[in-house]
């Protein structure tokens, strides 16, 4: 029994110096592992996208008024059409609470967890509508990318027209090989029940 004990000690010291009992600390390296990355280290998301009649900036401080002056304007199809809900937009909204979102978008940009985008006339001066693109919260999809315009820009066909650029910008520029449209390629009460929740 005293051999047998001998044995096992040394061979318990020889496994020690070798590593070969690293299990444990393996697994939690697996699990403290990051998650994989939104979009690769080396793609830069566009800051700049010119279109015909129209542009793509970041979503950020410089556009506050811009965005604020639309949404506000649409208040009633944006519940009905984007947001599914009277939590955003709503009449109590001011230029301030837009500015807080306008910063958070612009740090979720610069950190690179999501993308943010207002689409602008070619001056600059009002914004049509926003892009959005985000990952998905649901599995065989790389992004999520949803999109809307102000009433007025509804009316006059404009959204049908961005749907369609949209898709062949994000197909284009963007490195992803699935990406879920809901509210338009994936009718509303299907992804819903693939999110698990209402809304966007």
């Not at 900036?57 to 009277?86: C, K, N, W």
């Not at 315009?149 to 062949?168: I, P, S």
């Amino acid at each position: 029994m005293g051999n047998a004990l001998s044995l096992s000690i040394a061979a318990l010291g020889l496994c020690l110096s070798a590593g070969c009992i690293a299990s444990e600390p393996a697994d939690a390296e697996i699990a403290a592992s990051p998650a994989p990355a939104f979009i690769p280290a080396d793609f830069d998301p566009p800051t700049l996208v010119e279109a015909q009649g129209f542009k793509l900036v970041p979503l950020g401080p410089d556009v506050v008024e811009q965005d604020y002056a639309a949404y506000m304007s649409s208040i009633e199809h944006l519940q009905q059409t984007f947001t599914r809900s009277t939590g955003w937009p709503h009449a109590d909204l001011t230029l301030a609470d837009s500015m807080v979102d306008m910063e958070t978008e612009a740090a979720r940009f610069a950190a690179r967890e999501s993308f943010a985008y207002g689409v602008l006339t070619r001056d600059g001066q009002h914004e049509l509508g926003s892009v959005y693109v985000r990952p998905s919260p649901v599995s065989g999809y790389d992004a999520v990318v949803s999109l809307w315009v102000t009433k007025a820009q509804y009316d006059a066909g404009f959204d049908a027209v961005l749907y369609r650029w949209t898709r062949e910008w994000v197909a284009r520029e963007w490195p992803f090989a699935k990406v879920a449209y809901p509210g338009r390629e994936i009718a509303w009460d299907e992804w819903d029940v693939m999110t698990g929740e209402a809304g966007i």
